[in-house]
């Protein structure tokens, strides 16, 4: 009972209008990886294979976050970039790749 009235404003909020979640379950998933990765982080090997890890991580979240499917996404710039000139670099960054025609 203690627990409940300490948090009945929210409570009542809940209750007032029912488009309130009633948990936060939606958040936990998908910060989950976020703290799944930081733990398993912690064992990259070296400081520099731990730079290098994130600066990747970094990059296939970008490319998420962008709407684009990461795997698909690396692909295609792994293939393009043997044959991409410095000047275009910045193309196959995920904020403003385009799949290959």
Do not use: Q
């Amino acid at each position: 009972i203690d627990y409940t009235l300490r948090r009945w404003p929210a409570l009542a909020r809940y209750a007032e209008d029912g488009s309130y979640p009633i948990d936060n379950n939606a958040i936990e998933n998908a910060i989950r990886p976020i703290a799944l990765g930081r733990k398993n982080w912690l064992f990259a090997g070296s400081e520099t294979a731990g730079k290098r890890a994130a600066a990747i991580m970094s990059l296939l979240a970008t490319a998420k976050a962008n709407g684009h499917e990461p795997l698909a996404w690396l692909t295609d710039v792994l293939t393009r970039l043997p044959t991409t000139l410095d000047r275009d670099i910045d193309t196959l960054l995920p904020h403003r790749w385009k799949p290959a025609a």
